[in-house]
């Protein structure tokens, strides 16, 4: 039995050494990195940002609104509509319900955000335009890297690094984006306020 227990801990032992260690220094892959919440917190509305309200039959109620910086949109009918932190969906039951309220008798709203300007994200270093760029949902990596005016010569494209905030921790993940502009490797979707640094490689 005794002999049995020492094989089995071996077993166990050589089973973990397997394993590939996650990189330290708060590091990940990015197939490590996941978003808890699906993404909901990098889709809720600011202020500064544009949206635009399509009501089905109602061309008066439909328009394009800049979300003030108490967090409302002054719409029709309504007056003030909280829609801060709210989800485009969420924002579009919130309209749906005060023109519910004797207006309209059936209302189909959608809401659509034109332009993120509460949220952004930075792209930094070997790049010809450096700096901070509206956010817009499903951003990639490589549409960052266009937003910034795309690689300098000297930029070493597999080297690039996203610095992300997640549980009050920056962690850094390292994205080869030649690979994924070759098509060998998925594209890495942003998230609000990451910030994407290009080094300099050698020619």
């Known amino acids: 039995m005794?002999?049995?227990l020492i094989v089995l801990a071996l077993f166990l032992i050589a089973l973990g050494a397997c394993r590939t260690p996650k990189p330290l220094g708060g590091q990940l892959r990015p197939d490590e990195l996941s978003t808890p919440d699906g993404g909901i917190r990098a889709n809720t509305l600011g202020t500064g940002d544009f949206l635009e309200v399509r009501v089905y039959q109602e061309a008066d109620l439909s328009g394009i609104y800049r979300v003030s910086p108490e967090g409302v949109i002054d719409y029709p009918l309504c007056g003030k509509v909280t829609v801060a932190n709210l989800?485009?969906?969420?924002a579009a039951d919130a309209i749906t319900n005060c023109l519910?309220?004797?207006?309209?008798?059936?209302?189909q709203v959608t809401v659509m955000v034109k332009e993120?300007?509460?949220?952004?994200i930075f792209v930094f270093g070997d790049v010809s335009k450096p700096g901070s760029f509206p956010y817009e949902e499903g951003m990639t990596i490589v549409a960052a890297v266009s937003a910034a005016g795309g690689f300098n010569r000297t930029a070493a494209r597999n080297?690039?690094?996203?610095t992300r905030l997640i549980d009050g921790r920056e962690t850094r993940v390292p994205v080869r984006v030649e690979d994924?502009?070759?098509g060998s490797e998925k594209?890495?979707?942003l998230q609000p306020g990451d910030i994407v640094f290009v080094p300099e490689g050698f020619l």
């Open 2 to 4: 005794r002999h049995v």
């Open 87 to 90: 989800t485009p969906s969420l």
């Open 100 to 107: 519910k309220q004797g207006f309209v008798r059936r209302p």
């Open 116 to 120: 993120f300007n509460s949220k952004r």
């Open 159 to 162: 080297g690039v690094n996203i």
């Open 180 to 182: 994924i502009i070759n």
């Open 187 to 189: 594209n890495f979707t």
